[in-house]
């Protein structure tokens, strides 16, 4: 495989605290391995849609354990606080914070959700980003059940190993487990990875909305 992350500072963007690991995880996973240097943000902790009797801070402490599984340090982390399906009341905000974010990492690459998620937060993330990371390269990452269509211009091969970590992270979210939603299953992170695959020729892939390109 050849090294495409190795020497490159990759900025990860998260409405909320699961949506890397969802998206783009395993990717996630050869980026570190190939020694590229991550950033991962997360705006929302979602405290408001905590199952009850839960620590108001539990998806953050997941988050970190999950960025602990890929092997990334806290220093590398940011999490922001702004309420669960409330980002837009905070436009000017979160564009604030990504722009202290490029001053301070000066990223390569950005991941963000696609262009065409239907979720109200991810669609804020999406659009402040392109007005954060206008001169860089950007790619959306695939939340398919926030989806009508999705452009899978890109693609970024992954082995089994990729798809083992990003399966292992997705495990320390235990708030979100409990729910018994069908995406946070192997199976299904296995089975998109095979489809994605399939259609350039791999045994696994994952698929992104190419949105800008910079080399």
Same mark, same amino acid.
């Given at each position: ?118 979720? &109200? ?20 990452? #695939? ?20 798809? #083992?970590?990003?399966? &292992? ?32 020729? #791999? ?13």
């Amino acid at each position: 495989m050849n090294s495409v992350f190795k020497n490159k500072t990759i900025l990860f963007l998260a409405p909320h605290t699961d949506d890397v690991e969802l998206g783009c995880g395993a990717t996630l996973a050869r980026v570190i391995e190939e020694d590229g240097d991550v950033y991962v943000a997360a705006f929302s902790t979602a405290r408001q849609s905590l199952p009850p009797n839960t620590p108001s801070n539990q998806l953050e402490l997941e988050f970190r354990s999950a960025m602990n599984v890929y092997g990334i340090d806290n220093t590398h982390l940011y999490v922001y606080d702004y309420e669960v399906r409330k980002l837009n009341y905070s436009r000017q905000d979160v564009l604030e914070n990504m722009v202290e974010l490029k001053n301070q990492i000066n990223p390569d690459w950005i991941f963000l959700p696609s262009g065409n998620d239907l979720h &109200q937060d991810h669609q804020v993330v999406f659009n402040e980003g392109l007005r954060a990371f206008k001169d860089r390269t950007i790619w959306g990452y #695939e939340l398919p059940w926030n989806h009508i269509s999705f452009n899978a211009q890109g693609f970024i091969k992954v082995d089994l190993k990729h798809i #083992e970590k990003k399966w &292992q992270a997705m495990q320390e979210y235990n708030t979100q487990l409990v729910k018994k939603r069908p995406y946070f299953e192997k199976s299904f992170i296995e089975g998109i990875a095979k489809m994605r695959g399939m259609q350039i020729n #791999e045994k696994y892939a994952e698929a992104f909305e190419v949105v800008r390109i910079k080399f």
